[in-house]
């Protein structure tokens, strides 16, 4: 019983509900004991000894529980802070020498990629570029995996028609996405890409290695939305290739189509 009501409460409501719940299990109990078999000595319904050694034993835990919480134990999140604060530090971006050009004629485009990257071009509207090979990382997801930059170049020709419908669209999913408890951090604004008027976003959530941060641009161009995006860890976008992709981004070019 102890050990359900701390489980529910965390220890911060163990004074307002556990004393109340282990007295009306005990009622019940006693109320109904030859139904339940439970007939113990007279002298433990006297003395209530049990329920209090075991509500003074409950209340320790609790004080344990909810001093971690608040970290008068052991200062958890403040450790991971610092940890993630130092790891930033000691983060440096290598912006690389040798580039690939990438050039889509179906679609009209060019853009450079480091060539020590690996570009996967299966379908002419949907380009993937990564760090790291997808048979180097044995089947796992690249956006969530130290170091590795996972990115897209997708040309999208029915969803919207403008730019400003893709925006919209992006800042009404980051709302959303808000109002489901997600606490991004946005950074947003125009920017010109292949000589056109394109809108990018800076999203990430603070020291959370389980959603990638993203960075994603459009732009227009002859009735089709052009998105170049990359996803990675915080460290990994925002420290380790942010130039690396604002580079990728300025190299963009639209070209004569076939």
């Given at each position: 019983?102890?050990?359900?009501?701390?489980?529910?409460?965390?220890?911060?409501?163990?004074?307002?509900?556990?004393?109340?719940?282990?007295a009306?299990?005990?009622?019940?109990?006693?109320?109904?004991?030859?139904?339940?078999?439970?007939?113990?000595?007279?002298?433990?319904?006297?003395?209530?000894?049990?329920?209090i050694?075991?509500?003074?034993?409950?209340?320790?835990?609790?004080?344990?529980?909810?001093?971690?919480?608040?970290?008068?134990?052991?200062?958890?999140?403040?450790?991971?802070?610092?940890?993630?604060e130092?790891?930033?530090?000691?983060?440096?971006?290598?912006?690389?020498?040798?580039?690939?050009?990438?050039?889509?004629?179906?679609?009209?485009?060019?853009?450079?990629?480091?060539?020590?990257?690996?570009?996967?071009?299966?379908?002419?509207?949907?380009v993937?570029?990564?760090?790291?090979?997808?048979?180097?990382?044995?089947?796992?997801?690249?956006?969530?995996?130290?170091?590795?930059?996972?990115?897209?170049?997708?040309?999208?020709?029915?969803?919207?028609?403008?730019?400003?419908?893709?925006?919209?669209?992006?800042?009404?999913?980051?709302?959303?996405?808000?109002?489901?408890?997600?606490?991004?951090?946005?950074?947003?604004?125009?920017?010109?890409?292949?000589?056109?008027?394109?809108?990018?976003?800076?999203?990430?959530?603070?020291?959370?290695?389980?959603?990638?941060?993203?960075?994603?641009?459009?732009?227009?161009?002859?009735?089709k939305?052009?998105?170049?995006?990359?996803?990675?860890?915080e460290?990994?976008?925002?420290?380790?290739?942010?130039?690396?992709?604002?580079?990728?981004?300025?190299?963009?070019?639209?070209?004569?189509?076939?």
């Amino acid at each position: 019983v102890i050990g359900l009501v701390l489980f529910f409460t965390r220890g911060g409501l163990i004074l307002v509900i556990e004393i109340p719940f282990l007295a009306f299990v005990y009622w019940i109990l006693w109320k109904h004991k030859e139904k339940f078999g439970y007939q113990p000595p007279v002298q433990f319904f006297k003395r209530w000894s049990f329920l209090i050694i075991g509500m003074i034993i409950g209340l320790i835990l609790g004080g344990v529980i909810l001093a971690e919480d608040y970290h008068w134990i052991t200062p958890k999140y403040e450790k991971i802070e610092e940890e993630m604060e130092k790891e930033k530090e000691e983060v440096v971006e290598i912006v690389p020498e040798k580039w690939t050009t990438y050039k889509n004629e179906n679609y009209g485009y060019q853009v450079d990629y480091p060539t020590d990257w690996v570009l996967y071009s299966h379908l002419a509207f949907y380009v993937e570029f990564q760090t790291f090979s997808k048979e180097e990382l044995g089947g796992k997801d690249c956006a969530i995996q130290k170091d590795c930059l996972s990115g897209t170049i997708e040309v999208n020709g029915s969803e919207f028609s403008s730019l400003e419908e893709w925006i919209n669209k992006r800042q009404n999913d980051i709302e959303e996405a808000r109002e489901q408890g997600l606490n991004w951090e946005i950074k947003e604004g125009e920017i010109l890409v292949g000589g056109r008027k394109g809108y990018e976003f800076i999203a990430w959530i603070p020291r959370t290695s389980i959603i990638p941060a993203i960075h994603t641009v459009g732009v227009f161009e002859k009735g089709k939305l052009y998105n170049i995006s990359a996803e990675g860890l915080e460290l990994t976008l925002l420290k380790k290739y942010p130039k690396t992709f604002q580079q990728i981004v300025s190299s963009f070019k639209f070209v004569e189509q076939k």
